[in-house]
């Protein structure tokens, strides 16, 4: 089966940072969905548009009904790296989808760091609770953090102090590849209480204090690790148990 839906990541420099050949696949579309800041920086064409305002269920049933004609999506960096995409393969089959995907924002956020990406924890809380950083905190860790809003920098930093690791550097990266790219500085003890702008990524340096709370990924934790009445399962035998 050949490929019926075209999804195209951009970046925040829109299509100023496509070739001209995906362009063309835009200009010519008969039918453009995307988020409302990603249609905005399309020019209007003669394409019929449609956004995620009512969900991404009924925006997959639209475009269900709309089979044959030219269809693009648009998306935020690399559709398949907590983006679009797995939605659209999951609804319509692989078959039916031809992704071009551009640099995602942990790409870009490992370039402006200087990080090697194999080496840091890439993870999201754009739309998830902000505790899952909790499992990857660690001294020497480095995180990169897609974030839900402007007020994630600040909640993160507060979350670092209360678990210890106050003195970890936060770099947040703003609106990267864009006309209004920023990047901000600070330790998590020390970080300011503005908002930042709501499309930012964020990264950290752990640094663990003397009083840093962390464990890790293996079987077997502590009693400590674990809210409990005294009526809990011994070490050794929930390690035994989980490895079995």
């Known amino acids: 089966m050949n490929p019926w839906i075209t999804?195209?990541?951009?970046?925040?420099?829109?299509?100023?940072?496509?070739?001209?050949?995906?362009?063309?696949?835009?200009?010519?579309?008969?039918?453009?969905?995307?988020?409302?800041?990603?249609l905005a920086m399309v020019a209007t064409t003669g394409a019929r548009q449609f956004d995620w305002s009512?969900?991404?269920?009924?925006?997959?049933e639209a475009i269900a009904g709309e089979r044959g004609k030219?269809?693009?999506?648009?998306?935020?960096?690399?559709p398949l790296n907590y983006g679009i995409g797995a939605k659209l393969v999951n609804r319509f089959g692989a078959c039916a989808v031809h992704f071009i995907p551009a640099a995602s924002a942990f790409s870009l956020a490992a370039a402006r760091m200087g990080w090697s990406l194999p080496d840091v924890h890439c993870l999201t809380v754009h739309g998830r609770p902000l505790e899952i950083v909790h499992l990857h905190l660690a001294p020497g860790a480095r995180l990169l953090v897609l974030s839900w809003h402007g007020k994630t920098p600040k909640a993160l930093a507060e979350l670092l102090v209360g678990k210890g690791f106050g003195e970890s550097q936060i770099t947040v990266l703003e609106h990267m590849e864009g006309s209004r790219e920023n990047r901000t500085e600070g330790t998590a003890s020390q970080w300011p209480a503005r908002d930042s702008t709501p499309l930012n990524t964020i990264a950290v340096d752990c640094v663990?204090?003397?009083?840093a709370v962390y464990w890790p990924r293996v079987p077997g934790l502590p009693e400590a690790a674990y809210q409990h009445d005294g009526k809990i399962t011994k070490r050794e035998v929930r390690a035994a148990t989980l490895a079995a």
Do not use: Q
């Not at 951009?10 to 800041?37: C, F, H, K, N, Q």
């Not at 009512?54 to 997959?60: F, K, Q, T, V, Y």
């Open 7 to 38: 999804v195209v990541g951009l970046t925040d420099r829109g299509l100023d940072g496509l070739p001209a050949a995906t362009r063309s696949l835009i200009d010519g579309a008969d039918i453009l969905v995307g988020g409302r800041r990603h």
């Open 54 to 60: 009512d969900g991404l269920d009924p925006a997959c």
């Open 70 to 78: 030219d269809i693009v999506v648009l998306a935020s960096g690399d």
């Open 208 to 211: 663990a204090g003397p009083d």
